[in-house]
């Protein structure tokens, strides 16, 4: 920041807190949103593009919060989604070598054999799209979602790869779009963090919190993961024999003496202080209640496939319904297991990845029902994706044929789907060659996915930045990002 | 920021703003100006950075314009003439297709920057460099009026009154001197005073008065504490962490430096020797293990373990850390921004970024899960020296001994290409051979799978009688493009020699033993003589990626007389397979044969060789640790380095020698091929115009709360300004001459200063006109660093162990936080009463994915990357921290007790934990208030009182500990 910025930032700092303690709510601090709306207020429009009609954005938000599944590993697009007949035709074949020039693989060394598609696929709904047998819960959903069919991505290992789609850089540091959004708009309900993150169990994404970091952003804004077991937010539980009204009791005390201390120093953020004190002591009661499902009916578990009390991502498919249902702004799920190399049972097409269709087919479905149910699905985006694609080759790692089968790590084409808020429902955006290895038309970066979530929520990526190493960071980088139009409702 | 562009229109609500902004206006200006004469670097340069160099700048220089330096932009500029000037001409331009900027890039320039141009260009356009690239010069210290005489002691008080005073602001009185202690206490050693030091300067006072100050400064600069605390801006800064980051993140044992970082600062090892030690002490004449250690500043980068990772790519991200951290830590400009272009504002070219690179290009270290080059530190820093010592005799003994063999091995007479050679494979990889050459040789024809023998068949070299020695020489696919481009290199596993004489059976093989191994180079990462032990995968050859043909030579037990012999049979296992996808396999091989007697009597087991066997055995028995530190490569195999296109590492143009950027001053000359201990004395010298004032401004923003330069991290002409020019090149100065380097000199200085012992009372007034307190007209008070929280914690409970240095250790972290990628990096927490519970924060595992929870919560970086400036926050995550930890419960639990032993009444002892907790006596309501919570908690019949008051002063003790003001400085 340079210096009238500082100040600036300062002085709107300033602002919000008092409209924080009056309205006694608040706890983010200064979102990118309240220093627009405190800036506007009765002087210029930030940009005489930017319509005051929208609250300060620059767009009328058509999504309102976000909910992205995230299946670490990379699950096989061409055993899911993008159906390639030529594929079967080439099943067992020399890879062409128009394939293999100036690529890198991580593990296939040499000239590989194709690999067709090891499910049987067909048309599902009116919009007529190609799912396999792997997901018959979801292929009934297929009229409410939009598949894009040709996402691209320049770094073909797990970690760069993840950070590419949660940061938009391959490196740790930078801030995740669930950083950008809350930093961005804040939250709908003060009582509840306003990113939270869900992990299923299991393996742990390899890169850690940097996927959710909120990198140069303050750290309010970095995402707070939430846990099945134990306590569901870090120390939110009183520490044994201690009871909520003793607890009121000594906050009640700390409050009187901080506020004599304020009297004396008139330090701002004194007062802060006391609000986050008394926040802390609501979310003792909000986030358990939050995240506690035993108290949802039992066709809801039958729906989703859920058991109170474990980890598993059906248990947090519900648990992002009942989060954006409270106002959380940006829920963040990660399931594991999708590396489908081949090179062990867990992790080939034919053992492995079948079994993680059944366990993620359901609970995805019955998100995307049980949104649309609750009036929720017009203003949340739902995004379903992994990190890169899988090739159209087999793997032969170490030269050697694997036991099981696999496919390598493909950063040319592979499968999001988005649904919800703002989305065109029952289309298909982006076509892969006859292997289905690269974009035949319309290739889409990550960094116009980023694009296109930020418009979704009403925010123009080249206008929401932030000054770090003297540069006006943004999500979608430094590179050109296009908003997808063609797919926008 | 986004918000800060728009323009504001003059309205109540934003009325006070455009006051607060007219103070800071008048504080702007450098130097002496006259009135009306534009200065370039406040009013001009800023207006082209904010409107002009994102197209004429050192990205884009659209029209072959750019703004960055006075010739690439003189002929728009007509010096004296603003209306001949054709920049002036664009930039009034009614015409949309003609104005500047154009109208989708941006706003029109207003009246007011319009007639700032125009002024400028008549009184002669003058460029100026941005100031920081200057090199800083003492100013006059400024007379304050003759009424503030007795408030302003030392030369930091004049400038900042007269700043302070300028913007119509009255300085504060100072605090109580108890209050002064205690911020001084936590801001040098991160540590509150205990009682018994309060109880001795409040004496002191009594005693000698003022000069109680300058005593109790000392003795919180010789605690040792203070290394502890002032370690964790600079590991900071260096993105110290005890795991490697990136893929898997595993552990990497790498304390030792951070306890040379605490061991420096206590010292107080000049800042100078301290930067060099940092970035070249392996290159030292004479380095001793503290200078070997140093170094490993630069291991601190990711190590990229992950399957199918390209080793060379996250080589080359590591050195391209090297090199930003270098320049963010020591310089403060963010040099990352040229591995692409040249820099957007400042003038730093894009060649420069890969010319300061190649300082770092040849070291030996490339991303490898073992982090080679480690050097074995002894446990013991009193057993350094004997260590250093052993070393250094162990590789000139070595040194001599290889140099010897190496000439032999060089030497072409030496070596006779085989006859007939056959080469097959013991498993899918296909060879063929070919005989382009003098020298025939095996390629790999294909897939080349893992575990793969090339077994080379061949009848003795002709004119040869017998056999001392072979050579197996591993050769890039490409050598011309392997130089820039390394490729995957081999390591041989084992080496098998048979041979089978004349008319014997087919099968009738007999192996023949290898006694040695030689290197092609005197310190290889791997140990040669691995390639005969069969158990073992590794050996001899370039690990894991090669730039040249590489060799082996295996030295044969006995003379072989050729005699009878009619076939030799050569095995090479090679069967690394790096990261679980690439066969370290060379893709062309070839064998030579010696017989020359040399070979066996360099080789002999005695004399020499014992000698190397003993030192070494001495050596081992020194207890100590590998620790990763950097090694240059041997300069026959050094690496070419060269610019990448867009700073794609795949995309290499010029090669460029190793070469200091030009703008900061000095012979252009004497800049080039440099090596990068000189590097490092350039950065270490006292001319050099950032070094002194970044670290000077490191220690103010650590103290004040924010820097005289607020960005930290930018000291380029896209950084914020300095709100004391002058107090900032007048210590910048100090601290080089009078000071010579001393960090301490420096905080004692600062820390006895008034603007320091100020009171941090905020009148509302204040608060209004300078929220963020940059005129420093009150004390500082800023939120503590998550380290100094919680050892304040354990200090004012009395958990705090003084156990000092050594491994990582593991305090509790609530249940479900460990949840490692990698299984096997355990977190063993200590059991209640073992002090390694109770250790300074600084001793705490770092793992980059898993961050240490509370410093997570307190805004603590995860270490990835090097920064400068931690942002605070103020969240309800830090209270439930602060409320429920295991730690804060357990330090609640200490001090109650503490509380209970030191007195019988609940208002003795409310009275004794508040002293501890903010060093001073509460006042009456403070204890009327902490008493009612007593007694509400005390207050029903209860059968077992003791328990009910125990747990009573729990609470208490719990809420002395969040504190506001236990919080904060």
Same mark, same amino acid.
């Given at each position: 920041?340079?210096?009238?910025?500082?100040?600036?930032?300062?002085?709107?700092?300033?602002?919000?807190?008092?409209?924080?303690?009056?309205?006694?709510? +608040?706890?983010?601090?200064?979102?990118? %949103?309240?220093?627009?709306?405190?800036?506007?207020?009765?002087?210029?429009?930030?940009?005489?593009?930017?319509?005051?009609?929208?609250?300060?954005?620059?767009?009328?938000?058509?999504?309102?919060?976000?909910?992205?599944?995230?299946?670490?590993?990379?699950?096989?697009?061409?055993?899911?989604?993008?159906?390639?007949?030529?594929?079967?035709?080439?099943?067992?074949?020399?890879?062409?070598?128009?394939?293999?020039?100036?690529?890198?693989?991580?593990?296939?060394?040499?000239?590989?054999?194709?690999?067709?598609?090891?499910?049987?696929?067909?048309?599902?709904?009116?919009?007529?799209?190609?799912?396999?047998?792997?997901?018959?819960?979801?292929?009934?959903?297929?009229?409410?979602?939009?598949?894009?069919?040709?996402?691209?991505?320049?770094?073909?290992?797990?970690?760069? +790869?993840?950070?590419?789609?949660?940061?938009?850089?391959?490196?740790?540091?930078?801030?995740? +779009?669930?950083?950008?959004?809350?930093?961005?708009?804040?939250?709908?309900?003060?009582?509840?963090?306003?990113?939270?993150?869900?992990?299923?169990?299991?393996?742990?994404?390899?890169?850690?919190?940097?996927?959710?970091?909120?990198?140069? %952003?303050?750290?309010?804004?970095?995402?707070?993961?939430?846990?099945?077991? $134990?306590?569901?937010?870090?120390?939110?539980?009183?520490?044994? $024999?201690?009871?909520?009204?003793?607890?009121?009791?000594?906050?009640?005390?700390?409050?009187?003496?901080?506020?004599?201390?304020?009297?004396?120093?008139?330090?701002?953020?004194?007062?802060?202080?006391?609000?986050?004190?008394?926040?802390?002591?609501?979310?003792?009661?909000?986030?358990?209640?939050?995240?506690?499902?035993?108290?949802?009916?039992?066709?809801?578990?039958?729906?989703?496939?859920?058991?109170?009390?474990?980890?598993?991502?059906?248990?947090?498919?519900?648990?992002?319904?009942?989060?954006?249902?409270?106002?959380?702004?940006?829920?963040?799920?990660?399931?594991? $297991?999708?590396?489908?190399?081949?090179?062990?049972?867990?992790?080939?097409?034919?053992?492995?990845?079948?079994?993680?269709?059944?366990?993620?087919?359901?609970?995805?479905?019955?998100?995307?029902?049980?949104?649309?149910?609750?009036?929720?699905?017009?203003?949340?985006?739902?995004?379903?994706?992994?990190?890169?694609?899988?090739?159209?080759?087999?793997?032969?790692?170490?030269?050697?044929?694997?036991?099981?089968?696999?496919?390598?790590?493909?950063?040319?084409?592979?499968?999001?789907?988005?649904?919800?808020?703002?989305?065109?429902?029952?289309?298909?955006?982006?076509?892969?060659?006859?292997?289905?290895?690269?974009?035949?038309?319309?290739?889409?970066?990550?960094?116009?996915?980023?694009?296109?979530?930020?418009?979704?929520?009403?925010?123009?990526?080249?206008?929401?930045?932030?000054?770090?190493?003297?540069?006006?960071?943004?999500?979608?980088?430094?590179?050109?990002?296009?908003?997808?139009?063609?797919?926008?409702? | 920021?986004?918000?800060?562009?728009?323009?504001?229109?003059?309205?109540?609500?934003?009325?006070?703003?455009?006051?607060?902004?007219?103070?800071?206006?008048?504080?702007?200006?450098?130097?002496?100006?006259?009135?009306?004469?534009?200065?370039?670097?406040?009013?001009?340069?800023?207006?082209?950075?904010?409107?002009?160099?994102?197209?004429? =700048?050192? *990205?884009?220089?659209?029209?072959?314009?750019?703004?960055?330096?006075?010739?690439?932009?003189?002929?728009?500029?007509?010096?004296?003439?603003?209306?001949?000037?054709?920049?002036?001409?664009?930039?009034?331009?009614? &015409?949309?297709?003609?104005?500047?900027?154009?109208?989708?890039?941006?706003?029109?320039?207003?009246?007011?920057?319009?007639?700032?141009?125009?002024?400028?260009?008549?009184?002669?356009?003058?460029?100026?460099?941005?100031?920081?690239?200057?090199? @800083?010069?003492?100013?006059?210290?400024?007379?304050?009026?003759?009424?503030?005489?007795?408030?302003?002691?030392? /030369?930091?008080?004049?400038?900042?009154?007269?700043?302070?005073?300028?913007?119509?602001?009255?300085?504060?009185?100072?605090?109580?001197?108890?209050?002064?202690?205690?911020?001084?206490?936590?801001? *040098?050693?991160?540590?509150?005073?205990?009682?018994?030091?309060?109880?001795?300067?409040?004496?002191?006072?009594?005693?000698?008065?003022?000069?109680?100050?300058?005593?109790?400064?000392?003795?919180?600069?010789?605690?040792?504490?203070?290394?502890?605390?002032?370690?964790?801006?600079?590991?900071?800064?260096?993105?110290?962490?005890?795991?490697? =980051?990136?893929?898997?993140?595993?552990?990497?044992?790498?304390?030792?430096?951070?306890?040379?970082?605490?061991?420096?600062?206590?010292?107080?090892?000049?800042? &100078?020797?301290?930067?060099?030690?940092?970035?070249?002490?392996?290159?030292?004449?004479?380095? !001793?293990?503290?200078?070997?250690?140093?170094?490993?500043?630069?291991?601190?980068?990711?190590?990229?373990?992950?399957?199918?990772?390209?080793?060379?790519?996250?080589?080359?991200?590591?050195?391209?850390?090297?090199?930003?951290?270098?320049?963010?830590?020591?310089?403060?400009?963010?040099?990352?921004?040229?591995?692409?272009?040249?820099?957007?504002?400042? @003038?730093?070219?894009?060649?420069?970024?890969?010319?300061?690179?190649?300082?770092?290009?040849?070291?030996?270290?490339?991303?490898?899960?073992?982090?080679?080059?480690?050097?074995?530190?002894?446990?013991?820093?009193?057993?350094?020296?004997?260590?250093?010592?052993?070393?250094?005799?162990?590789?000139?003994?070595?040194?001599?001994?290889?140099?010897?063999?190496?000439?032999?091995?060089?030497?072409?007479?030496?070596?006779?290409?085989?006859?007939?050679?056959?080469?097959? !494979?013991?498993?899918?990889?296909?060879?063929?051979?070919?005989?382009?050459?003098?020298?025939?040789?095996?390629?790999?024809?294909?897939?080349?799978?893992?575990?793969?023998?090339?077994?080379?068949?061949?009848?003795?070299?002709?004119?040869?009688?017998?056999?001392?020695?072979?050579?197996?020489?591993?050769?890039?696919?490409?050598?011309?493009?392997?130089?820039?481009?390394?490729?995957?290199?081999?390591?041989?596993?084992?080496?098998?020699?048979?041979?089978?004489?004349?008319?014997?059976?087919?099968?009738?093989?007999?192996?023949?033993?290898?006694?040695?191994?030689?290197?092609?180079?005197?310190?290889?990462?791997?140990?040669?003589?691995?390639?005969?032990?069969?158990?073992?995968?590794?050996?001899?050859?370039?690990?894991?990626?090669?730039?040249?043909?590489?060799?082996?030579?295996?030295?044969?037990?006995?003379?072989?007389?050729?005699?009878?012999?009619?076939?030799?049979?050569?095995?090479?296992?090679?069967?690394?397979?790096?990261?679980?996808?690439?066969?370290?396999?060379?893709?062309?091989?070839?064998?030579?044969?010696?017989?020359?007697?040399?070979?066996?009597?360099?080789?002999?087991?005695?004399?020499?060789?014992?000698?190397?066997?003993?030192?070494?055995?001495?050596?081992?028995?020194?207890?100590?640790?590998?620790?990763?530190?950097?090694?240059?490569?041997?300069?026959?195999?050094?690496?070419?380095?060269?610019?990448?296109?867009?700073?794609?590492?795949?995309?290499?143009?010029?090669?460029?020698?190793?070469?200091?950027?030009?703008?900061?001053?000095?012979?252009?000359?004497?800049?080039?091929?440099?090596?990068?201990?000189?590097?490092?004395?350039?950065?270490?010298?006292?001319?050099?115009?950032? !070094?002194?004032? *970044?670290?000077?401004?490191?220690?103010? =923003?650590?103290? /004040?709360?924010?820097?005289?330069?607020?960005?930290?991290?930018?000291?380029?002409?896209?950084?914020?300004?300095?709100?004391?020019?002058?107090?900032?090149?007048?210590?910048?100065?100090?601290?080089?001459?009078?000071?010579?380097?001393?960090?301490?000199?420096?905080?004692?200085?600062?820390?006895?200063?008034?603007?320091?012992?100020?009171?941090?009372?905020?009148?509302?007034?204040?608060?209004?006109?300078?929220?963020?307190?940059?005129?420093?007209?009150?004390?500082?008070?800023?939120?503590?660093?998550?380290?100094?929280?919680?050892?304040?914690?354990?200090?004012?409970?009395?958990?705090?162990?003084?156990?000092?240095?050594?491994?990582?250790?593991?305090?509790?972290?609530?249940?479900?936080?460990?949840?490692?990628?990698?299984?096997?990096?355990?977190?063993?927490?200590?059991?209640?009463?073992?002090?390694?519970?109770?250790?300074?924060?600084?001793?705490?595992?770092?793992?980059?994915?898993?961050?240490?929870?509370?410093?997570?919560?307190?805004?603590?970086?995860?270490?990835?990357?090097?920064?400068?400036?931690?942002?605070?926050?103020?969240?309800?995550?830090?209270?439930?921290?602060?409320?429920?930890?295991?730690?804060?419960?357990?330090?609640?639990?200490?001090?109650?007790?503490?509380?209970?032993?030191?007195?019988?009444?609940?208002?003795?002892?409310?009275?004794?934990?508040?002293?501890?907790?903010?060093?001073?006596?509460?006042?009456?309501?403070?204890?009327?208030?902490?008493?009612?919570?007593?007694?509400?908690?005390?207050?029903?019949?209860?059968?077992?009182?003791?328990?009910?008051?125990?747990?009573?002063?729990?609470?208490?003790?719990?809420?002395?500990?969040?504190?506001?003001?236990?919080?904060?400085?």
């Amino acid at each position: 920041m340079n210096h009238e910025q500082h100040y600036r930032a300062e002085w709107l700092r300033l602002q919000t807190r008092r409209q924080f303690l009056s309205r006694s709510a +608040a706890g983010l601090g200064t979102t990118w %949103l309240a220093g627009q709306l405190a800036a506007s207020e009765g002087s210029e429009p930030v940009d005489p593009g930017d319509s005051p009609a929208n609250g300060g954005l620059h767009f009328p938000a058509k999504a309102k919060r976000v909910i992205f599944l995230h299946m670490i590993g990379a699950p096989s697009q061409l055993e899911l989604f993008d159906y390639k007949p030529e594929l079967v035709r080439f099943d067992g074949k020399e890879c062409p070598q128009e394939y293999l020039e100036g690529q890198r693989f991580a593990f296939i060394q040499g000239t590989p054999q194709m690999l067709g598609p090891q499910f049987p696929f067909k048309q599902h709904g009116e919009s007529g799209a190609w799912v396999s047998d792997r997901l018959p819960h979801f292929s009934k959903l297929v009229d409410k979602v939009c598949f894009i069919k040709t996402m691209q991505t320049d770094q073909f290992n797990h970690g760069p +790869a993840q950070l590419m789609v949660h940061c938009g850089q391959p490196r740790i540091g930078y801030p995740s +779009a669930g950083s950008w959004v809350t930093w961005g708009l804040g939250t709908e309900n003060e009582d509840l963090p306003g990113f939270i993150v869900l992990l299923s169990g299991g393996r742990q994404p390899r890169v850690g919190n940097a996927l959710w970091g909120g990198g140069f %952003l303050p750290s309010v804004y970095q995402g707070v993961q939430c846990r099945s077991k $134990g306590d569901p937010v870090l120390n939110v539980s009183n520490p044994n $024999g201690v009871s909520r009204d003793v607890r009121r009791k000594a906050i009640d005390a700390l409050a009187d003496l901080n506020q004599m201390n304020h009297q004396e120093f008139g330090d701002p953020e004194t007062l802060t202080r006391i609000a986050q004190y008394e926040l802390a002591f609501k979310m003792q009661m909000t986030v358990p209640e939050a995240m506690d499902i035993s108290d949802e009916p039992k066709t809801i578990h039958e729906e989703y496939g859920t058991e109170p009390g474990k980890e598993s991502f059906a248990n947090n498919c519900l648990l992002a319904r009942r989060l954006v249902e409270r106002g959380v702004r940006f829920v963040q799920l990660f399931d594991w $297991g999708w590396d489908s190399h081949g090179s062990q049972e867990s992790e080939s097409l034919n053992a492995g990845f079948k079994r993680k269709c059944e366990a993620a087919d359901r609970p995805m479905a019955a998100l995307l029902t049980d949104l649309e149910r609750r009036g929720l699905l017009e203003d949340t985006l739902v995004v379903w994706g992994g990190e890169f694609g899988r090739t159209s080759m087999a793997e032969n790692r170490g030269g050697i044929a694997t036991r099981f089968v696999g496919r390598d790590h493909n950063p040319n084409a592979f499968t999001f789907w988005m649904a919800g808020a703002g989305v065109k429902p029952g289309m298909s955006y982006g076509e892969t060659d006859p292997m289905g290895y690269m974009p035949a038309e319309n290739p889409v970066q990550l960094r116009d996915f980023h694009a296109t979530l930020q418009h979704l929520l009403g925010i123009d990526h080249h206008k929401m930045t932030a000054p770090f190493q003297g540069l006006n960071q943004k999500l979608t980088g430094v590179k050109p990002a296009r908003v997808i139009e063609e797919i926008l409702a | 920021m986004y918000a800060a562009s728009i323009s504001l229109a003059i309205n109540t609500s934003v009325a006070k703003l455009y006051r607060m902004l007219a103070v800071l206006a008048g504080c702007l200006s450098f130097g002496p100006a006259l009135a009306n004469e534009v200065d370039f670097r406040t009013e001009i340069r800023p207006l082209l950075n904010e409107h002009c160099v994102a197209c004429h =700048g050192g *990205v884009k220089q659209a029209a072959d314009l750019s703004f960055i330096n006075e010739d690439t932009a003189a002929y728009v500029v007509e010096p004296g003439d603003a209306e001949a000037s054709y920049m002036l001409e664009r930039v009034l331009s009614d &015409d949309p297709d003609e104005v500047m900027p154009p109208p989708e890039h941006g706003r029109k320039l207003n009246a007011a920057e319009v007639d700032l141009l125009r002024r400028w260009i008549n009184q002669g356009a003058r460029w100026q460099k941005h100031w920081a690239f200057d090199a @800083p010069v003492r100013q006059a210290v400024p007379d304050v009026p003759s009424r503030y005489a007795a408030w302003g002691k030392s /030369f930091i008080d004049a400038f900042v009154l007269k700043r302070m005073l300028d913007t119509g602001l009255e300085p504060n009185p100072a605090a109580a001197p108890e209050r002064w202690l205690r911020r001084a206490a936590l801001d *040098v050693r991160g540590l509150p005073p205990t009682p018994a030091e309060r109880e001795m300067f409040m004496a002191e006072l009594k005693e000698v008065g003022d000069a109680a100050y300058g005593q109790a400064a000392d003795r919180l600069l010789e605690d040792p504490g203070y290394g502890e605390k002032w370690a964790t801006p600079w590991l900071d800064a260096v993105r110290y962490a005890d795991s490697r =980051g990136l893929g898997l993140d595993g552990r990497r044992t790498i304390w030792k430096y951070r306890d040379w970082v605490i061991d420096a600062l206590n010292k107080d090892l000049p800042y &100078d020797q301290f930067t060099i030690a940092q970035l070249a002490g392996d290159l030292l004449p004479n380095a !001793t293990m503290d200078d070997l250690l140093a170094t490993a500043q630069n291991r601190l980068t990711q190590t990229n373990e992950e399957g199918g990772t390209d080793d060379e790519q996250f080589r080359v991200e590591a050195v391209i850390d090297r090199v930003n951290t270098t320049w963010q830590a020591w310089q403060g400009l963010s040099f990352g921004c040229v591995q692409c272009h040249s820099h957007p504002y400042d @003038p730093i070219a894009h060649e420069e970024y890969y010319q300061f690179l190649a300082f770092f290009n040849n070291t030996t270290d490339s991303d490898l899960s073992e982090d080679f080059p480690v050097v074995r530190v002894p446990k013991d820093p009193r057993q350094y020296s004997s260590a250093r010592e052993l070393d250094q005799q162990i590789d000139a003994v070595w040194k001599t001994l290889w140099e010897k063999a190496d000439q032999l091995n060089r030497s072409e007479s030496t070596w006779h290409s085989p006859e007939h050679l056959h080469a097959s !494979t013991n498993n899918s990889t296909k060879v063929v051979v070919e005989a382009t050459g003098e020298i025939p040789e095996y390629q790999t024809r294909g897939n080349v799978a893992k575990n793969t023998t090339v077994v080379l068949e061949c009848k003795p070299p002709e004119g040869l009688t017998q056999i001392t020695a072979l050579k197996f020489w591993g050769l890039p696919e490409n050598p011309d493009s392997a130089k820039l481009d390394s490729e995957w290199g081999f390591v041989v596993s084992h080496c098998k020699l048979e041979v089978r004489d004349a008319n014997a059976d087919e099968d009738a093989w007999r192996e023949v033993k290898l006694q040695r191994v030689l290197s092609d180079e005197p310190f290889p990462l791997l140990d040669p003589m691995d390639s005969l032990n069969a158990k073992s995968s590794r050996g001899v050859g370039p690990y894991s990626r090669m730039h040249f043909p590489r060799s082996g030579v295996f030295i044969l037990q006995d003379v072989l007389d050729l005699e009878q012999v009619a076939d030799i049979r050569v095995s090479i296992a090679q069967n690394v397979f790096a990261l679980g996808a690439f066969p370290l396999v060379a893709h062309r091989g070839r064998v030579l044969f010696s017989g020359d007697q040399a070979w066996l009597d360099w080789a002999k087991p005695e004399g020499v060789w014992k000698q190397l066997a003993d030192l070494k055995n001495r050596r081992k028995k020194i207890e100590s640790v590998a620790t990763p530190v950097m090694q240059q490569r041997f300069a026959t195999y050094h690496r070419p380095s060269a610019v990448f296109e867009r700073g794609n590492y795949l995309t290499k143009s010029e090669v460029v020698r190793p070469k200091v950027p030009e703008f900061l001053g000095g012979e252009p000359e004497a800049k080039s091929d440099l090596s990068r201990l000189e590097m490092a004395n350039w950065i270490a010298d006292a001319d050099n115009p950032l !070094t002194a004032r *970044v670290a000077v401004n490191r220690v103010w =923003g650590e103290l /004040f709360g924010t820097g005289i330069v607020s960005t930290q991290e930018d000291f380029g002409s896209a950084g914020a300004k300095p709100t004391h020019p002058a107090l900032l090149d007048t210590l910048a100065v100090d601290f080089v001459t009078e000071m010579r380097w001393s960090q301490k000199a420096l905080i004692r200085e600062l820390i006895l200063s008034q603007t320091y012992r100020q009171s941090a009372v905020a009148s509302g007034e204040k608060i209004e006109a300078d929220p963020g307190n940059r005129w420093l007209s009150r004390g500082p008070r800023n939120r503590l660093s998550a380290e100094v929280v919680r050892d304040q914690a354990l200090a004012i409970s009395g958990l705090l162990s003084d156990k000092r240095y050594g491994p990582p250790v593991h305090p509790p972290i609530p249940d479900g936080v460990w949840n490692p990628f990698q299984g096997g990096d355990k977190w063993k927490t200590p059991k209640k009463g073992d002090e390694d519970r109770y250790r300074r924060t600084v001793y705490t595992y770092t793992k980059r994915t898993i961050q240490f929870p509370i410093s997570a919560a307190f805004d603590a970086p995860t270490r990835e990357a090097c920064t400068v400036r931690r942002l605070t926050s103020n969240t309800p995550l830090q209270s439930l921290m602060t409320l429920n930890d295991t730690l804060f419960v357990e330090a609640a639990e200490a001090l109650a007790v503490r509380m209970e032993k030191h007195a019988d009444s609940p208002e003795r002892q409310i009275e004794y934990g508040f002293g501890l907790a903010v060093c001073r006596d509460p006042d009456e309501d403070e204890v009327t208030r902490l008493l009612k919570l007593y007694e509400s908690l005390c207050d029903s019949e209860a059968v077992e009182q003791e328990i009910q008051q125990r747990f009573a002063l729990q609470q208490l003790a719990m809420v002395l500990l969040n504190l506001d003001e236990v919080l904060n400085q």
